[in-house]
């Protein structure tokens, strides 16, 4: 389990909580989340979380990225999270700002 800044992801069931409250979030959403977790306050590239996700393949889709991003941002920030928790770094990749 990680927790931080009123999110809690439990990566062993599969939940994510902000603030005490489930937040639904898609297969891909929360692999992408849990990316971001295990390495928390890091920058993590664009290649390295789309063959962690997607596989070696998907390796020049860099538009999977954005789409599942703000998806994944919109629906933390409804539950309660400022949405720029997650930050892009132009050209390099994506990094979870949040107080442990």
Do not use: C, M
Not at 27 to 37: D, G, H, M, V, Y
Not at 46 to 69: N, T
């Amino acid at each position: 389990v990680w927790s931080g800044g009123g999110l809690t992801v439990d990566l062993a069931n599969h939940s994510v909580q902000v603030n005490g409250n489930v937040v639904a979030l898609t297969p891909i959403e929360f692999s992408l989340l849990a990316q971001l977790t295990r390495h928390a306050g890091r920058v993590l590239t664009h290649a390295h979380l789309l063959d962690a996700v997607w596989g070696p393949k998907a390796s020049d889709q860099a538009h999977y990225l954005r789409v599942h991003f703000a998806h994944l941002r919109r629906k933390l920030k409804t539950a309660g999270l400022p949405g720029e928790i997650i930050r892009n770094e132009p050209g390099i990749g994506y990094r979870l700002v949040i107080a442990v």
